[in-house]
C-alpha cells in the first residue's frame, strides 16, 4: 500500500492485531488511549496513538472500510497541492478529533480513528462546494448526517472526537481547496 490513506488502514489494522494478539491486557488500550489526564501530565503521544487503537472487530471495520471508501479519491484530489496534503488533513483530522475529545470527554478513555474519518467527511464536504463543484459533490453528505445522527445516538460514542475531527477537516479542507486547481482549472484525478 504506497497511498498515505493505505498505510493508515495497514498500520491500523496491525496496532489492532498487536492489540488483541501479543500484548496481554490491559495492553495498549491502557498506554495509547487519548485520557485528558494522561495528556495534561505530558503524555501527549496520546493525542494520535488513540487513532489507531480500536475497542473492538466492528469498530475497528466501520473505521477502515471508511477509510478505504474515501480515502483514495480524496487523497489523489488533494495531492494535487502536493504529497504533504493528504497526511496533513489526515493526521490534523485526527488531532482535531483528539482535541474534541479533549474538550467534552476530558476524563473518559477514546480510542478510534473515527476523528480521521470524519475530518475527511468535512473536507470531502467543503473542498468541492469550494472548486465550484456543489457543496456534494463527492456525494457524503447523506453519508456524513447519518454518521452525525448515529454519534448522537449510540452510547459510548466520543461526541467530541467526532465533531472536532469534522470542524478540523473542514477547516484543513477550506485551506487545501484554492491549492487544488492546475493552471487550466481542470479538477479530474
Known amino acids: 500500500m504506497r497511498t498515505f490513506h493505505g498505510k493508515m488502514l495497514a498500520a491500523c489494522v496491525a496496532v ?18 487519548l485520557y485528558g489526564p494522561d495528556v495534561v ?14 475497542a473492538n472487530p466492528m469498530h475497528l471495520g466501520l473505521n477502515m472500510l471508511s477509510l478505504y471508501i474515501l480515502g483514495r479519491p480524496l487523497e489523489i484530489l488533494v495531492d494535487r497541492a502536493g504529497r504533504w496534503a493528504f ?25 478510534g480513528a473515527s476523528g480521521a474519518i470524519f475530518g475527511l467527511l468535512g473536507a470531502a464536504i467543503v473542498i468541492p462546494q469550494r472548486l465550484g463543484m456543489g457543496w456534494n459533490g463527492f456525494g457524503v453528505a447523506p ?47
Open 16 to 33: 489492532f492485531a498487536a492489540q488483541t494478539l501479543l500484548v496481554p491486557k490491559p495492553g495498549l488500550i491502557e498506554i495509547g488511549a
Open 41 to 54: 501530565a505530558g503524555q501527549w503521544w496520546r493525542i494520535f496513538s488513540a487513532g489507531f487503537l480500536h
Open 87 to 111: 497526511p496533513a488533513l489526515y493526521l490534523g483530522s485526527l488531532a482535531g478529533g483528539s482535541l474534541g475529545a479533549l474538550i467534552l470527554d476530558y476524563d473518559v478513555p477514546v480510542v
Open 143 to 189: 453519508w456524513l448526517v447519518m454518521n452525525l445522527v448515529f454519534t448522537f445516538i449510540q452510547p459510548g460514542i466520543s461526541v467530541g472526537g467526532h465533531l472536532g475531527g469534522l470542524v478540523a477537516g473542514l477547516g484543513i479542507g477550506a485551506v487545501l481547496a484554492p491549492l487544488l486547481r492546475n493552471r487550466e482549472g481542470d479538477l479530474t484525478p
